[in-house]
């Protein structure tokens, strides 16, 4: 998990109340120097305010996960992309409504989007469709499974042609969320969207670079 100025959501909120800030789910300045004052206090470096696996672990020193677990039995927890192209940037609501506009005018006709989290270009982790709900990821492995999609997969040049584009702040916070999860679903294999489909989505290995997770 890896959050800095410019994240949003319940992780936010959860470090701010760690943090006794005021609660609104936006890492702002003020959370910024927080984070930078507890960093400092702790004896943790470098003291630049973002959120990674030192910081937490010293804010949450029970190793309680703050993420919400699914009431669902979760067995895999499913890589995939955008399919978009690097260095792009695409927010939950582009990706929602991509996923949620009507076949007829060139969508997916889905109820929400389909993945639980999204990964954005600077490292913030995204929530998506509530974790209770399954997801529209991944034909035939949707109702047992968690989906997490990271922004990019796409050659600049062409928007098409599969690559791995991940950021290094993308790979640290994809390594983050998925130890997050796997304490709460311990049983659960973590695997690409590619091994169950024609595609080269997410346009790496995750199975085999995530085996020792």
Not at 2 to 18: D, F, I, M, T, Y
Not at 80 to 100: F, L, N, P, Q
Not at 131 to 139: E, I, L, T, Y
Request: glycine share 12%.
């Amino acid at each position: 998990m890896l959050l800095r100025k410019g994240s949003k959501g319940n992780e936010v909120k959860a470090l701010q109340g760690a943090l006794h800030l005021y609660v609104d789910g936006i890492f702002g300045k003020l959370t910024e120097e927080a984070v930078k004052e507890f960093q400092r206090e702790n004896g943790l470096k470098p003291v630049d305010g973002i959120v990674g696996d030192k910081t937490w672990a010293k804010l949450f020193p029970s190793g309680e996960s703050t993420l919400s677990k699914s009431r669902r039995v979760i067995n895999e927890i499913i890589v995939h992309c955008s399919a978009t192209r690097e260095g792009r940037d695409y927010t939950v609501a582009d990706i929602k409504k991509w996923h949620t506009t009507p076949v007829s005018k060139g969508g997916r006709g889905w109820s929400d989007i389909g993945y639980h989290y999204i990964i954005y270009r600077d490292g913030s982790v995204n929530k998506g469709r509530d974790v209770n709900v399954a997801g529209a990821h991944c034909v035939g492995h949707n109702s047992h499974s968690i989906g997490i999609c990271y922004v990019g997969g796409c050659e600049a040049s062409d928007g098409r042609t599969p690559k791995d584009t991940r950021t290094e702040a993308q790979k640290k916070s994809l390594i983050g969320l998925l130890q997050e999860l796997r304490k709460l679903y311990p049983k659960a294999r973590i695997r690409g969207h590619r091994d169950f489909a024609n595609k080269a989505c997410p346009s790496f290995d995750a199975t085999k670079e995530y085996s020792k997770l």
